[in-house]
């Protein structure tokens, strides 16, 4: 039996705990050290990215909207 080695995801997840556990320290210290400027601008910073990448995400060209059938309302009924 082959040595088990660390997959991709497993890799990709330790990735993702070691950057929560990054932003937690900075936030701690931010708030420790009293620096709530800095805080603001990174939290600003921060929402803004995400804001960006959901509006470049595409959302529509996905494979199930392709298949799935337009929606229509029912006849005599007005939204």
């Known amino acids: 039996m082959a040595p088990r080695t660390p997959t991709k995801n ?5 990735m993702t705990y070691l950057w929560i556990f990054g932003m937690a ?3 701690f210290l931010l708030i ?3 620096q709530t400027a800095l805080l603001y601008i990174f939290s600003t910073l921060g929402v803004t ?3 960006v990448i959901v509006a470049l995400a595409d959302l529509g060209k996905s494979e ?3 298949n799935a059938p337009p929606i229509t309302t029912p006849a005599g009924k007005s939204s």
Request: no cysteine; hydrophobic share 45%.
């Open 10 to 14: 497993k890799r990709r997840r330790g």
């Open 25 to 27: 320290l900075l936030v």
């Open 32 to 34: 420790y050290f009293q």
């Open 49 to 51: 990215i995400l804001l």
């Open 64 to 66: 199930l909207s392709g």
